[in-house]
T-cell receptor, first 113, second 114 residues
Framework: SAVISQKPSRDICQRGTSLTIQCQVD?????MFWYRQQPGQSLTLIAT?????????ESGFVIDKFPISRPNLTFSTLTVSNMSPEDSSIYLC??????????FGPGTRLTVT | AQSVSQHNHHVILSEAASLELGCNYS??????LFWYVQYPGQHLQLLLK??????LVKGIKGFEAEFIKSKFSFNLRKPSVQWSDTAEYFC????????????FGQGTTLQVKP
């Protein structure tokens, strides 16, 4: 398995600002992912973070709004740009090793005022 | 379109009652199936998984799930729940063509009364 940490664990941000969330894995992983979990709802995949290349975004999510970096096999960042109250959510990082199962971080609870 | 559906959104049980949470998937081709659990204030944890072979899989904490291909189902069961099983349960699926992507169901909130 993999142990995943995220920073910050929570934040309160003002409308129009940006927040960068960091995700660190305790071992080298093949794939990393970013999800959003809105209150009382399921997980929605934002993008797959690809090491050394641009992230692959799901329908409804764009790079200008959610730029992602993955400089190596253990680390990734997600930035939520030009935030609005609709971006208030829990943002989750996950990673997979050799198989399809994913291991999740504790999440970052974002509130936009 | 690929999808995962969980029938029960909120389940309330008394301790020692039996549990069955429904999950149906819509996928073409080979599919891998998972149940994740999220205890209050904790992160998502893998409960069990099915890739191939015996359709009855056992996971942690006494949970099991049965893959029924003809019904496109992967229901989660536990013969006797405990108060500590109170949590959110998510069914998820991964198809061989998905490039690693998991599709999650809507989640089921389980409340176990002591």
């Amino acid at each position: 398995s993999a142990v995943i940490s995220q920073k910050p664990s929570r934040d309160i941000c003002q409308r129009g600002t940006s927040l960068t969330i960091q995700c660190q894995v305790d071992s080298q992983v093949t794939m990393m992912f970013w999800y959003r979990q809105q209150p009382g709802q399921s997980l929605t995949l934002i993008a797959t973070a690809n090491q050394g290349s641009e992230a692959t975004y799901e329908s409804g999510f764009v790079i200008d709004k959610f730029p992602i970096s993955r400089p190596n096999l253990t680390f990734s960042t997600l930035t939520v740009s030009n935030m609005s109250p609709e971006d208030s959510s829990i943002y989750l990082c996950s990673a997979s090793l050799t198989g399809p199962e994913q291991y999740f971080g504790p999440g970052t609870r974002l509130t936009v005022t | 379109a690929q999808s995962v559906s969980q029938h029960n959104h909120h389940v309330i049980l008394s301790e020692a009652a039996s549990l069955e949470l429904g999950c149906n998937y819509s996928y073409g081709g080979t599919v891998n199936l998972f149940w994740y659990v999220q205890y209050p204030g904790q992160h998502l944890q893998l409960l069990l998984k099915y890739f191939s072979g015996d359709p009855l899989v056992k996971g942690i904490k006494g949970f099991e799930a049965e893959f029924i291909k003809s019904k496109f189902s992967f229901n989660l069961r536990k013969p006797s729940v405990q108060w500590s099983d109170t949590a959110e349960y998510f069914c998820a699926a991964h198809g061989s063509s998905n490039t690693g992507k998991l599709i999650f169901g809507q989640g089921t909130t389980l409340q176990v009364k002591p």
